[in-house]
């Protein structure tokens, strides 16, 4: 009787279905805890495993240290930069001294499409004891080429414009693209080197580098090297995978059969995104000079997508690197703090906060984030 009361009082009503709707958000803020503590787990254990089984540590080579050899290899720090980016350099430049290239003392290019100002050079020259290069980049190299329809390219500009697509409607950031992705690695002023480390202005060191990295990559037969690696944004690259698949059809011989594709792609079909923030670049020249990489700049340059879309060299060298070599020759370089801004890579491991070494928040570090490919890595 007293049930059948209860049961059928209004407020009593409420209060049920109250208490039903705050015990379903109570399961599902449970149920995505447990989640995201399954999903912690797996990251960490399949981090762990990369570090163990894969991973060559430059730190555990004492003949890297500086203390034990500061003599150079063949290696150059090349610099994309506009004269009026001039104070954000010198910023960048300072850290990446004090952080690393006091020690060495590796030469600087500086590569522009206009010509440096005198001040540019004076300014820049003082920040550093290293020899500084200014070089133009010409015109091939900065520049439509004839087969490039500029109505249709002008056409493509305002319409990424008008979706709001980042940099869309930029001409000269195409431009930069497709210099970084076919041509930086043969200026003139790069023809000599052999290893690079691509530097832009506005970025930060957030640790101390006591080794080479050129020597380190010599030593170890690896081609490229990076910290951050993230999704590219699909407007920008809508028929960059076919035209990828096309080449790869025709020219089946450049394809090595151990490579790391699967990061980019898991069934082949499509491509995830995932690239290299390229940003920063630590790398053998000769990769990019060799003839399966020219080919492959080639097929895509003629294909027109560094115009008519907006290629950016990031997904440009990854889909390379990621069809012509193996994992091994790829490496994350962990160790190097790093940021462009908005985001940054800041080791996690104590060791290297409690040494003084970095002065990251190793909690605002991008590997573990939404939009990472660095997760992806470790797994593969
Ligand atoms: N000389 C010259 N350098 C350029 C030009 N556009 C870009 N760069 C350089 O090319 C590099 C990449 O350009 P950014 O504008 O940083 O492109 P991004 O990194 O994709 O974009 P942000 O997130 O804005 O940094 C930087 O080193 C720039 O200084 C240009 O028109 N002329
Ligand atoms: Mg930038």
């Known amino acids: 009787m007293m049930g059948k009361l209860i049961r059928k009082h209004p407020m009593t009503r409420i209060h049920y279905s109250r208490y039903l709707f705050f015990s379903f958000i109570i399961i599902i803020i449970m149920f995505?805890?447990?989640?995201?503590?399954?999903?912690?787990?797996?990251?960490?254990?399949?981090r762990q495993l990369f570090f163990e089984t894969q991973y060559?540590?430059?730190?555990?080579?004492?003949?890297?240290?500086?203390?034990?050899?500061?003599?150079?290899?063949n290696g150059v720090i090349i610099v994309l930069v506009r004269n009026a980016e001039l104070?954000?350099?010198r910023e960048t430049m300072v850290h990446f001294e004090d952080r690393w290239n006091k020690k060495y003392h590796y030469p600087y290019v500086f590569l522009n499409d206009e010509d440096f100002t005198e001040e540019f050079k004076k300014l820049v020259s003082i920040i550093t004891d290293s020899?500084?290069?200014?070089?133009?980049i010409p015109k091939r190299m900065w520049g439509y080429p004839h087969w490039i329809n500029q109505t249709k390219a002008a056409e493509s500009r305002k319409d990424m414009e008008s979706k709001n697509v980042i940099y869309g409607g930029s001409e000269s950031y195409r431009h930069m693209c497709r210099f970084n992705s076919g041509f930086f690695f043969r200026h003139e002023?790069?023809?000599?080197?052999?290893?690079?480390?691509?530097?832009e202005p506005g970025v930060e060191f957030l640790c101390d580098i006591d080794y080479d990295p050129f020597r380190f990559i010599q030593n170890n037969n690896i081609?490229?090297?990076?910290?951050?690696?993230?999704?590219?944004?699909?407007?920008?690259i809508p028929t960059l995978w076919k035209t990828v698949t096309e080449f790869s059809k025709k020219y089946p011989q450049y394809i090595n059969k151990r490579s790391v594709s699967r990061f980019i792609s898991s069934s082949g079909a499509t491509y995830n995104g995932c690239?290299?923030?390229?940003?920063?670049?630590?790398?053998?020249?000769?990769?990019?000079?060799?003839?399966?990489?020219?080919?492959?700049?080639?097929?895509?340059?003629?294909?027109?997508?560094?115009?008519?879309e907006r290629w950016g060299d990031a997904p440009v060298?990854?889909?390379?690197?990621?069809?012509?070599?193996?994992?091994?020759?790829?490496?994350?370089?962990?160790?190097?703090?790093?940021?462009?801004?908005?985001?940054?890579?800041?080791?996690?491991?104590?060791?290297?906060?409690?040494?003084?070494?970095?002065?990251?928040?190793?909690?605002?570090?991008?590997?573990?984030?939404?939009?990472?490919?660095?997760?992806?890595?470790?797994a593969l």
């Open 87 to 89: 104070h954000a350099l």
């Open 131 to 136: 020899e500084t290069f200014y070089g133009k």
């Open 32 to 46: 995505s805890y447990f989640i995201s503590l399954i999903d912690i787990s797996i990251f960490q254990s399949e």
């Open 275 to 308: 690239h290299f923030w390229s940003n920063f670049e630590i790398g053998n020249l000769n990769f990019w000079r060799s003839e399966r990489y020219l080919k492959f700049f080639n097929y895509l340059d003629q294909a027109g997508g560094f115009f008519y």
């Open 189 to 199: 002023l790069i023809e000599k080197y052999d290893f690079y480390w691509r530097l």
């Open 56 to 73: 060559i540590d430059p730190l555990k080579d004492p003949s890297l240290n500086y203390r034990n050899n500061n003599t150079r290899v």
């Open 223 to 236: 081609t490229y090297g990076f910290t951050i690696s993230l999704l590219e944004l699909p407007e920008t």
């Open 317 to 378: 060298h990854s889909i390379a690197l990621a069809l012509f070599l193996e994992k091994s020759q790829i490496h994350f370089f962990n160790d190097i703090g790093y940021k462009h801004s908005p985001f940054q890579h800041c080791p996690i491991e104590k060791k290297f906060h409690e040494s003084g070494k970095c002065y990251c928040d190793p909690t605002e570090n991008f590997d573990v984030t939404y939009g990472s490919c660095t997760k992806n890595w470790f």
